[in-house]
């Protein structure tokens, strides 16, 4: 077991590949590695074969052009090969990943459930606050003011203790779940588990996306639209996040924070924003 991990780290470390925040990052690790093994393979190989053309049918030992041109089929079955390897990799690796993603999707209440709003060029988060309840959304109430259409005055109180914090500055907080006897939880892999992070993703004007490579999410964000998603944090730590597509003038400047914190860091910082106000206009990233 050690032995393997040294060897990813190996692999990795000479790949320069960013430090891992995420339990599910490892498995995206790897398969870059598996990539990278097949880029590497198909490097040497053609280079090697471009090398040995240039010698072999160099113009003075043929002098005169040969108009037939390959003969044996050992190219056609190389291409089958690589296509072959390719499919595994897409088949076997990638698609199985997707799918245990998208099947494992953590439920709501064993969660940290955040929504971030991404815009021209800035990301704006929202929390439920103590009551666990985000602000009732409805596309009528939208205003160029409120453009996600929260209702401010909920009479349920939904509203009342959203927090909304500063643009630029998202945090999730850490949290080492235990079993029934207090005892640290661990994955099956013997792994400590840590509370999973859903972020509803959504965008105010065009299409950005938000990365964090620590964390290996990447994720579009659609106007109209609203993308769960969701990652076990395993470390605490600040990291960069980047918008990865072209959105506008600013794009190179779309960047913030995304913070792991203890949970004690993120309660006081969830204290200083909370509650909004109530009947405030709930969301304003000026
Ligand atoms: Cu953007």
Redesign the pocket.
Known sequence: MEEQSTFWQWQKDILSMPPLGSRHGDDVDVFIIYVHWLMLFLFVLWTAYFFYVLFRYNSRSNPKADPVGVRSHYSTYLEIGVAVVEAILLLAIAIPMWAKTVDDFPKDEDSTVMRLA????TWGSRYTGKNGLFAKQDIRLATPENLLGYEANDPNGDASDDVTPPPKDVRVPLIALKDENGEPLKHPDGKQAYKPVIIHLT?KD????LKVNTLRICQD?MPGMTIPIHFEPTVTGRYLIT??????N??AS?NAWFSVVTEEEFDEWQAEYAPAKPGAAPISFE
């Open positions: 991404a815009e021209q060029f965008s065009v299409i950005h996306s964000a918008c990865a597509q072209l959105c506008g600013g794009h779309m």
